[in-house]
T-cell receptor, first 111, second 113 residues
């Protein structure tokens, strides 16, 4: 079945620097790749997503890139701020009505 | 505003008890999901449902069952709670593909003593 690998599991960056989280997926039929952010004590919420007919999408300080050939997608956060500290989950959607999540990356923004 | 609610934020039960966790969504979503979240293991799918009275096993269905009698409500049942079921349980709902962003409930932290 579909599998999503996410790296790193923990990431610490200085405030103002960039953060990159990488994911790979196994099912080449996957066509929708959302990213969720879960702040401490709160529910996961969608922050950005990309569909397989697009290579890159940007929303202010966050961007996602997709390489369908390599089955690889990444989340980029620029100019990191304290409120970016959270757990981030990547996900892939195979041709069924469910989402396969990666195991998550805990991002720490250091002052 | 999409609302997914769960019946309890915190629950403490004893080993062997039958436990019901309820989830309600108000956006007429077809799909509903139950996950458990444990440190380092991410979100693991227990069961999901794509229609009333329909259910599909996820990755870790053992020890759990579900019920979906109405479109807006999806219940998770622990037939005989065990200590290894102590966890955070998250419910989610979504429309059918391709617009299947998942909306999560606030979670229920279940402790089994």
């Amino acid at each position: 079945g579909e599998n999503v690998e996410q790296h790193p599991s923990t990431l610490s960056v200085q405030e103002g620097d960039s953060a990159v989280i990488k994911c790979t997926y196994s099912d080449s039929a996957s066509n929708y790749f959302p990213w969720y952010k879960q702040e401490l004590g709160k529910r996961p919420q969608l922050i950005i997503d990309i569909r397989s007919n697009v290579g890159e999408k940007k929303d202010q300080r966050i961007a996602v890139t997709l390489n369908k050939t390599a089955k690889h997608f990444s989340l980029h956060i620029t100019e990191t701020q304290p409120e970016d500290s959270a757990v981030y989950f990547c996900a892939a959607t195979p041709p069924v009505d469910k989402i396969i999540f990666g195991k998550g990356t805990r991002l720490h923004i250091l002052p | 505003d999409v609302k997914v609610t769960q019946s309890s934020r915190y629950l403490v039960k004893r080993t062997g008890e039958k436990v019901f966790l309820e989830c309600v969504q108000d956006m007429d979503h077809e799909n509903m999901f139950w996950y458990r979240q444990d440190p380092g293991l991410g979100l693991r799918l227990i069961y999901f449902s794509y229609d009333v009275k329909m259910k599909e096993k996820g990755d870790i269905p053992e020890g759990y069952s579900v019920s979906r009698e109405k479109k807006e409500r999806f219940s998770l049942i622990l037939e005989s709670a065990s200590t290894n079921q102590t966890s955070m349980y998250l419910c989610a709902s979504s429309q059918r593909r391709p617009f299947n962003e998942q909306f999560f409930g606030p979670g229920t932290r279940l402790t089994v003593l």
